[in-house]
């Protein structure tokens, strides 16, 4: 009972030399690469980069401990980070206290609302976000996370909350503030860090240019030339504070919670899905929100802004050996050694190296193979694709999302509302009836039409059942076989109507029959009724026993 | 080419004696009827009587050229004239000469709508409503529409705008205001039309009423005791005038337009189409589309509001044994004649008797029946009929119908997503392969899992599919056959998950194959490189095929 709650107590049971080995490691090295990224993450957010190193704390324990995955590592990420900052940025000046106070409410509620539905078991509504959702919204998202830096990168101040297309015209306009020294950084981080993604994966690039540039900046002075840097980090571990609960915040920023308790969810679920699937485990995506609710909102006691498991740092944790989540509790120790002793070493950290870091990052979400894959098996999914890009990138991160989701919905009606239709023969070589326009020599019979319907009945698609049925008939036909082996399930409205048709047809003298009726539909229909009305019409036995009739 | 979208060329041809002989008697019984139900549906509306007049007028006509339908009665009825009411009143005040310079701008843009609708081909979209959604809101509507008459069979004042429940309560605190003479007068006349309706069918008795309370008011100087009448009515005919456009008004009006559109082409396609059934022609819904927009447009040049074709007057015009549109014809013309000569006989006729004649028009579309018959055959549908009627009244008349499309929606995805799931074993008497919970003596095989998904395969059920598949599975099972007699369509993401599951079990040496692939779902596999990488493992073959390999 107690395990069910808290995978944690199987884990620990079990624990042993050669998993620290591999955990600690990883712990290391995922600390290494988060102490960048928090920083980068929280400035993307809008918030000051301490609270990135915060959230990379306390978070990660309560899921160590709470969470299923054993590999995920937990913390900010670009695209959670880029919904808090759009949704508190009309609340509050980005980096201003107010601003500070309405992300840490902001993770207390993101994680009420995970906790909650994941006491209700509510982790299923995940499967409703289709791939191609996902994979649209995904790179759209990182679009406008990477163009959401080039100020950093530039140097420049842009106006916020403009959008994609509004953002690179004031680019153009302003290029002549240019600061040549943020430029000159940021560019060649980016070139860094590709070269070492690429060429030399064992070196984590982000310390490299975290290192190196804050190096140059001091020793050349550069903080005077005009680029902005990280300046004073506070010391010391975040003590506990209770977020400021006000009605009407909690109103304002309700749709950003569900948004960010949705997506983070979803994020971290696949991730985790991932690695759980090669290493031979199971993933219970309710135990998920739990673990990410607690982490949430423990975390936000603790100036924390909201967290959820990230994609590229729970591929890093995985490959350096991660065994349990004692890694992720290595990581959050190390970074709290780090907000102890080494804070004053990012003093001269530039903000164009957070933003380069921000932006190899999210580039490589950008997924066109995946588009090009959809449009050449199926052409709507890849549509589907196209279709929450175009409005993630045009409207909000939030607003994208939904039409993706009702877009991807209505594609699915749409489909059974029209679905495919065939008119049998009965295939002598197989012993099997088919498709007339597949098995153009398959045999007919005489004034007989066999008729299947390659969906279930319901209110939505029985005007199109009826339609499609008269279009079989001629004047001759005397006997309809209606083969139900693809109807999975039929609503009371199909089911009025297909009686009520069934009643046209015999007054004209067309005896309809029923073969191959699924289980579940004889019951419907027997409570309707029909074994009286109709008796010896309707069965579960195969196309065969009618045609002979 | 002229009959497709002028069908009235077609019958025109044909016209004979007959049929002028059963049109006459028809159009001269909907006349009679027709001219207090006008007058009634108008005041409901909020518009003068008059207007009930001015649209059975020219709208019939232009129906009768460019409907499909040969005995649907165009007209006002008690659905769209609460949509104009509820809509207009929050622009104007009701009878004034804005309010109605709102319902002409209305019926124009109504009529607009529809014949977009229906030169775009949109007709189909009707098929979206299922019929307990349009059961469960019709119901609701009759209610709504007979409280909001109240306030005239009570003779009091009631605020406008009040929903069901506002109405009550403020109708219990002025009980002590009722006028004496309408609540005697309404509620006699309840009671006639409900006598004559069931006993003397043959005899109008709105007509009935209508003389007899006219009679009454005349005499007994009624209308000096407080008693509201109808009044001056206007003589002779509509003049041509365009309605008043200004932008602001058409914005404001478009969500009603929109309502008003859809539900009353549904009204009037759903009537159409049980006729024409028992006649045995067909509807073309979108030739009906067209038909309704352009009596809407032209009648909005002729002061009448928003029309459509109504339940209980095409009933009666069909039972009187009209034969063709010219039924329709011949009522517009008498009713131009009553509005030349006969105007001032209305002067006498009481408001609560319009009001008895609404109330007993609509109480009669309340249909508990319906809700007992869909509860009885399938729960869900109960309940989809349900949730639309709490939702329109509690709501609104427009986001009831929006709520109940929602949730029947709703409904048909979640049941696609969670679907019926079948285990198979060999039922050797049928030479058929079964479910094993319903065949428990069906023959299984060794190390072999023969599974059988009822549902098209697709983004939102293939993570419960993949879940179920691996519950079937033991340490022991060493092939897997899918049935997919059932699947009817598969969508990319669920291909590539389909692909994933079938390389992890073969990583765990369990083998899957699938049997009885339909052809649409062959071609789609076979786009994915699937026949080369599967081979044989994939095929429209039967499972026989493959329990043997």
Known sequence: MLSKYVPSVEWLKRYNG????????AGLIVAIMLIPQGMAYAMLAGLPPVIGLYASTIPLIIYAILGSSRQLAVGPVAMVSLLVFSGVSTLAEPGSDQFVSYALLLAFMVGVIQLVLGLFRLGFLVNFLSHAVISGFTSAAAIIIGLSQLKHLLGIELPKGANVFGLLYETMTKLGNINFYALLIGVLSIITLIIFKKYVPKIPGPLVVVVLSSLAVYYFNLDQQGLSIVGDVPQGVPSFSLPGFEWDSIIS??????TI????????????????????????????????????????????????GGFSRSAVNYQAGARTPMAAIFTAVLIILTLLFLTDWFYYLPNTVLAAIIMVAVFQLIDVKEAKHLFKVKKIDGWTLIVTFAATLLTSIETGILVGIGFSLIVFIWRSAYPH???????????IYRNLN??????TYDRTVIYRFDASLYFANIAFFEEQLAKKINEDTKKVILDFSAVNDMDAIALDELDRIIEEYDSRDVKIM??????????LVEKAGWAEKYEERISNLPVSRYVSK
Request: proline residues 4%; glycine residues 10%.
């Open 514 to 523: 029923i073969a191959n009726m699924k289980g579940p539909i004889k019951d």
């Open 253 to 258: 920023l309700l749709p950003v919670a569900l």
């Open 438 to 443: 597949r098995y153009p020599n398959a045999k």
């Open 261 to 308: 308790s949705f997506v983070g969810f979803m994020e971290s679920v696949a991730v985790a899905k991932a690695i759980a699937a090669k290493e031979g485990y199971r993933i219970n995506s309710n135990q998920e929100l739990n673990g990410l609710g607690a982490a949430n909102i423990v975390g936000s006691f603790f100036s924390a802004y909201p967290v959820t």
């Open 421 to 431: 239709i065939a008119e049998l023969g009965y295939v002598e070589e197989e012993g």
């Open 18 to 25: 050669m998993d620290f080995k591999g955990d600690f490691i």
